[in-house]
Each structure stands twice: as structure tokens, then as C-alpha cells.
Nanobody, 116 residues
């Protein structure tokens, strides 16, 4: 399996950014998809999750109400729309999917920097 993130960059506080993750090599439309992030000097943390058909989503408390995860199964792509960005959202953002005892795929990450 292969995951490729894109869409990161530099954005001012209060701004918005949408990340994309294109998947290949596994059954995307039967897989729960996740976004994680890792800030400098901190552990990697889960940010958002979406079930295979998009019917259920979950968010970290720190991003609830500001971030939205979505997916397009026809394009094997999962998105993370981020709004009202704060400097503490600065991190490398990763796409991940895993199935217990079967596979655990991570993307290479995309840098998001929130700064004036």
C-alpha cells in the first residue's frame, strides 16, 4: 500500500488549508482512514478518523470544530480541511490506514506551518 499527502504549506493564524492523501495498493473503500500529526519535540498524535463510507468521523479535542475530515472513494483520496488555524497546529501531518494483523501504511507526511 501507498499513501501520498499533499497540500501543506505556510499559513497565517486564523487561515485555512486543505490536505489531501491519495491511496493506492489496498482496498481504500473498505478502509478506515486517519490523519495524524507530529510537532517538533512532541509525540505523534491522532487528529481525525473517518470510516470507510464516511458515515462516522472522530476528532482530537484540540481540533474539534475547526478541522473536517472527508473522503472521495471514487478517487481513493482522503482530505483534511483545516480552518481557524493556530500556531500550535504547526506539525508534519501524516495519513495512515491500518488493519490489525494485516497492514499498517503511513504516508511520508506534509509540513504545515502556522505563523505570521
Amino acid at each position: 500500500g501507498h499513501l501520498v499527502e499533499s497540500g501543506g504549506g505556510l499559513v497565517q493564524p486564523g487561515g485555512s488549508l486543505t490536505l489531501s492523501c491519495v491511496a493506492s495498493g489496498f482496498s481504500f473503500n473498505t478502509s478506515t482512514m486517519n490523519w495524524y500529526r507530529q510537532a517538533p519535540g512532541k509525540e505523534r498524535e491522532s487528529v481525525a478518523q473517518i470510516t470507510p463510507r464516511g458515515g462516522e468521523t472522530a476528532y482530537a479535542d484540540s481540533v474539534e470544530g475547526r478541522f473536517t475530515i472527508s473522503r472521495d472513494n471514487a478517487k481513493n483520496t482522503v482530505f483534511l480541511h483545516m480552518s481557524s488555524l493556530k500556531p500550535e497546529d504547526t506539525a508534519v501531518y501524516y495519513c495512515r490506514t491500518n488493519r490489525l494483523f494485516e497492514y499498517d501504511y503511513w504516508g511520508q507526511g506534509t509540513q504545515v506551518t502556522v505563523s505570521a
